[in-house]
């Protein structure tokens, strides 16, 4: 009886331990930063949930201050394209000229589809040139993306990269919460064409559409993008939400997955994702 008793106290304190060594995951989007050992000071996320306004935010100011919008400005570039005709459509192929380029995925012939998704620089450079400097600008101006700035016609490919496009997580999270409501003044078939390119996960009863960003200049703070829209059906909260997080990168270790798992987390915190 009593080795009996002592076998099933082990038992207990071994399962109250195992109980106790499972941290408890953040609460909110504050504790998911530090969680990632990170700062309000150093990175923003914003989620807004589109079908009763409810919006999540890291403290301080950072979620209303303007960064360079680096390669998230694919989503409104791709939808400006689509729609103006610059592009014929997702499946458009880009010759590649032979000039070896910073990511591999870039140094190929591929389509339009396939450059948002690998995020190839040279073809949206391709393409920018092609809209105009001052069509640009009204469509941005349109979306009410960030400052709308694109700078002269000397910056017609590089003005999302170092600037003067910039853009809050606040704006963002506005953009992206009219894209994935189709309330942007664009065609149906923009729409049609456009969101299945920007396809980034799924699950059951879940869709991520999604893009990553950095901004990388010589001499200044490397800035990491993650933006977009979840669309959730079956999870304990169910809606559509749109989120934006942007974070300081050391350029010698730019952790760039930590982008992708605050977000997550911070969907997990507001109940979106379990």
């Given at each position: 009886m009593i080795r009996h008793l002592f076998g099933l106290a082990l038992g207990l304190t071994a399962l109250l331990c195992a109980c106790q060594a499972v941290p408890e995951r953040p609460q909110t989007l504050d504790e998911v930063l530090v969680a990632q050992g990170l700062t309000p000071e150093a990175a923003a996320l914003v989620i807004y949930r589109l079908e009763d306004g409810g919006t999540w935010e890291t403290s301080g100011d950072r979620p209303e201050n303007r960064f360079v919008a680096a390669s998230t400005s694919k989503i409104p570039h791709t939808l400006i394209a689509l729609e103006t005709g610059a592009v014929t459509g997702p499946d458009e192929w880009f010759e590649w000229d032979g000039e070896t380029r910073f990511s591999p995925g870039w140094n190929e012939s591929q389509s339009f589809a396939k450059a948002f998704q690998r995020s190839t620089v040279w073809i949206y450079q391709t393409v920018t040139p092609r809209i105009g400097s001052a069509v640009l600008h009204d469509w941005l101006m349109r979306f009410d993306y960030g400052n709308a700035d694109v700078g002269g016609e000397s910056d017609i490919q590089t003005y999302w990269l170092k600037g003067p496009l910039a853009i809050s997580?606040?704006?963002?999270?506005?953009?992206?919460?009219?894209?994935?409501?189709?309330?942007?003044?664009?065609?149906?078939?923009?729409?049609?064409?456009?969101?299945?390119?920007?396809?980034?996960?799924?699950?059951e009863g879940w869709t991520l559409y999604a893009k990553t960003g950095w901004k990388r200049v010589e001499g200044e703070t490397d800035i990491g993008w993650y933006v977009g829209w979840l669309e959730q059906t079956g999870g304990p909260a169910p809606g559509t939400y749109a989120f934006a997080m942007n974070m300081d990168m050391d350029v010698d270790n730019p952790a760039l997955e930590k982008r992708k798992i605050v977000v997550h987390e911070g969907l997990v915190a507001v109940g979106a994702l379990e």
């Open positions: 997580a606040r704006e963002q999270v506005a953009f992206l919460a009219r894209l994935a409501a189709h309330t942007l003044p664009l065609s149906a078939r923009t729409y049609e064409q456009a969101i299945p390119i920007m396809l980034a996960d799924q699950g």
